[in-house]
């Protein structure tokens, strides 16, 4: 964490599928964002996904990928694809 933020920061866009809503997956994933020091959003989908939008240096990301697959107790994470997205800023990791 002594890197500046913006040093490497790239965006990924990960759409979460399997129980992952009603159950505090939204939560647990602004807490391991917090944890990573990474920003962005977690948002429920219509279609029963939950869509993560985060920004950080690639291996943050990708320690992030690694919580988006195993989600809290009551989850059962059955997919996440991962998508490069548009860096866009934000000022810490909120849920939507």
């Known amino acids: 964490m002594g890197r500046p933020k913006d040093a490497s920061a ?8 399997g129980r992952v809503q009603g159950v505090g997956y939204r939560y647990f994933v602004e807490r391991a964002a917090y944890e990573l020091g990474v920003t962005g959003y977690a948002r429920n989908l219509e279609d029963g996904r939950v869509e993560v ?30 998508l490069d997205a548009p860096l866009q800023k934000y000022a810490g990791f909120h849920i939507e």
Do not use: M
């Open 10 to 17: 790239v965006a990924r866009r990960y759409l979460v599928r």
């Open 53 to 82: 939008y985060a920004v950080g240096p690639p291996d943050r990301l990708s320690a992030l990928a690694g919580f988006l697959w195993k989600g809290p107790h009551l989850s059962n994470v059955r997919g996440v694809e991962e």
